[in-house]
């Protein structure tokens, strides 16, 4: 079944010059990039993205790292969207493990993540758990003319797009 994902390049993955090995690590996949933005990360999307988080204790922590404050203010991250069979799965495969130490060697957090010595995890990128966290993370991220295949169904209001 196709499924799509939001695949985040995190702002330590961006410092750190990773964007190109990610990328090329989810093209060797049969995974297809629909869509692709650099972000800059305000609080309100960071927030907004991570609302499922709120009431644990790395909460404000993790808003800061996503935003960039753990890496001099770098504050970019490059959004993807990829869709295809058991997008989901064959995402979560690539990532490996949220916590970097716990990562099989081959996958990105295991390659490239570190938990620093203050205990945060550098884990490089997102990606979306499921499919339904990836609808609303991509229609969250991405509006319907920013993805080059109608992955959602779409109205026009006054010859604007919108997701339904």
Same mark, same amino acid.
Not at 129 to 154: M, Q, T, Y
């Given at each position: 079944?196709t499924?799509?994902? =939001? /695949?985040?390049?995190?702002? #330590?993955?961006?410092?750190? &010059?990773h @964007?190109?090995?990610?990328?090329?690590?989810? !093209?060797?996949?049969?995974?297809?990039?629909?869509?692709?933005?650099?972000?800059k990360v305000?609080r309100t999307?960071?927030e907004?993205?991570?609302?499922?988080?709120?009431?644990?204790?790395?909460?404000?922590?993790?808003?800061?790292f996503?935003?960039?404050?753990f890496?001099?203010?770098?504050d970019?991250v490059?959004? =993807? /969207?990829f869709?295809?069979? #058991?997008?989901?799965?064959? &995402?979560? @495969?690539?990532a490996?493990a949220?916590?970097? !130490?716990?990562?099989?060697?081959?996958?990105?957090?295991?390659?490239?993540?570190?938990?620093?010595?203050?205990?945060?995890?550098?884990?490089?990128?997102?990606?979306?758990?499921?499919?339904v966290?990836?609808?609303?993370?991509?229609?969250?991220w991405?509006?319907?003319?920013?993805?080059?295949?109608?992955?959602?169904?779409?109205?026009n209001?006054?010859?604007?797009k919108e997701?339904?």
């Amino acid at each position: 079944m196709t499924e799509h994902i =939001l /695949v985040i390049i995190k702002p #330590d993955g961006m410092l750190k &010059g990773h @964007a190109g090995h990610v990328l090329a690590r989810f !093209e060797e996949t049969d995974l297809v990039l629909v869509g692709g933005r650099v972000v800059k990360v305000t609080r309100t999307l960071a927030e907004t993205h991570y609302a499922h988080l709120k009431d644990k204790p790395f909460f404000a922590e993790l808003i800061r790292f996503l935003m960039g404050e753990f890496h001099d203010n770098h504050d970019m991250v490059l959004a =993807l /969207v990829f869709s295809g069979d #058991d997008a989901v799965k064959q &995402g979560r @495969a690539i990532a490996g493990a949220t916590n970097p !130490e716990l990562a099989e060697p081959h996958s990105i957090r295991g390659s490239l993540g570190r938990v620093t010595t203050k205990g945060v995890f550098e884990n490089v990128i997102h990606v979306s758990s499921d499919p339904v966290e990836g609808e609303r993370e991509i229609k969250l991220w991405f509006a319907p003319d920013e993805v080059a295949r109608e992955i959602f169904p779409v109205k026009n209001i006054n010859g604007r797009k919108e997701w339904l």
